[in-house]
């Protein structure tokens, strides 16, 4: 079955840099484009970033454009997301997705806390 498991959110100052990570298995990962989305306390989830399934086209959200790097790498079946010069509005609970024949799988998510 699918399976997305995140990993390398913590607690960052202000300013500071995390790598997510997200390790994907059971689907044919280097066919499908995969995404990051967000999801802060009380706000509904929303897309960060995308990568299309060789990584030649990615896009992002206008918050987190020149900040945020979406990268994978096929032989090794993980998407990241490289999140530099991180804000206190970043703090959020990171998904990875993937949609696959209009399905969305989701990993568990990963905390990313910005505060000083």
């Known amino acids: 079955q699918v399976q997305l498991v995140e990993s390398g959110g913590g607690l960052v100052q202000p300013g500071g840099s995390l790598r997510l990570s997200c390790a994907a298995s059971g689907f044919a990962f280097s066919r499908y484009a995969m995404s990051w989305y967000h999801q802060a306390p009380g706000k509904e989830r929303e897309l960060v970033a995308r990568?299309?399934?060789?990584?030649?086209?990615?896009n992002y959200a206008d918050s987190v454009k020149s900040r945020f790097t979406i990268s994978r790498d096929n032989a090794k079946n993980t998407v990241y997301l490289q999140m530099n010069s991180l804000k206190p509005e970043d703090t959020a609970v990171y998904y990875c997705?993937?949609?696959?024949?209009?399905?969305?799988?989701w990993g568990q998510g990963t905390q990313v806390t910005v505060s000083s």
């Open positions: 997705n993937a949609n696959i024949w209009l399905v969305d799988y």
């Open positions: 990568i299309t399934s060789a990584g030649g086209s990615t």
